[in-house]
T-cell receptor, first 109, second 109 residues
Framework: NAGVTQTPKFQVLKTGQSMTLQCAQD?????MYWYRQDPGMGLRLIYY???????DKGEVPNGYNVSRLNKREFSLRLESAAPSQTSVYFC????????FGPGTRLTVL | GQQLNQSPQSMFIQEGEDVSMNCTSS?????WLWYKQDPGEGPVLLIA?????ELTSNGRLTAQFGITRKDSFLNISASIPSDVGIYFC?????????FGKGTSLLVTP
């Protein structure tokens, strides 16, 4: 039981490049989430998926898209990366409590 | 997202001292959660609170869900060096988990 896994752990992009952050959970949870964490800002919700086949915007969705591929997987895509998207990205899943992945550290130059 | 005000922002204490931090909100939450985050890691759940007035302990940690459902506190007794980290409160409303900005705790031997 690996919990919540994220890939990659680190990524450096140039402005305008695209990439997809992958997240998977093996706890059979219905709800999955993507957060970004910036210094002094805490964790801010980007998108969430309450169940397979549904996605909803969170607090800071602009510049991102998501796909709930199946119950296990929830990916986050940056179509055209910007320096303002330099951050640490956390995926999480929830049953009665929320479990976090180890994070992806993204730098956009 | 709903604003959570977490205080203090940082604490610098000596080993053996007790610590108290709290979170307030203008909104009502059905669940309060407290997380600890170590450098380079994702947040790890410490305590979950599900009922107004609930007082729950986990070893040296004690947390309470405020009667008004708009606040919560976390106490750490007899702090030790490994308590160092950032502590986050979070309130659950529907599917979205709203986070405070964190309390950074430093413990000197």
């Amino acid at each position: 039981n690996a919990g919540v896994t994220q890939t990659p752990k680190f990524q450096v992009l140039k402005t305008g490049q695209s990439m997809t952050l992958q997240c998977a959970q093996d706890m059979n949870h219905n709800s999955m989430y993507w957060y970004r964490q910036d210094p002094g800002m805490g964790l801010r919700l980007i998108y969430y998926s309450a169940s397979e086949g549904t996605t909803d915007k969170g607090e800071v969705p602009n510049g991102y898209n998501v796909s709930r591929l199946n119950k296990r997987e929830f990916s986050l895509r940056l179509e055209s990366a910007a320096p303002s998207q330099t951050s640490v990205y956390f995926c999480a899943s929830i049953s009665d409590t929320q479990y976090f992945g180890p994070g992806t550290r993204l730098t956009v130059l | 997202g709903q604003q959570l005000n977490q205080s203090p922002q940082s604490m610098f204490i000596q080993e053996g001292e007790d610590v108290s931090m709290n979170c307030t909100s203008s909104s009502i939450f059905n669940t309060w959660l407290w997380y600890k985050q170590d450098p380079g890691e994702g947040p790890v759940l410490l305590i979950a609170l599900y009922k107004a007035g609930e007082l729950t302990s986990n070893g040296r940690l004690t947390a309470q869900f405020g009667i008004t459902r708009k606040d919560s506190f976390l106490n750490i007794s007899a702090s030790i060096p490994s308590d160092v980290g950032i502590y986050f409160c979070a309130g659950l409303a529907g599917y979205a988990l709203n986070f405070g900005k964190g309390t950074s705790l430093l413990v000197t031997p």
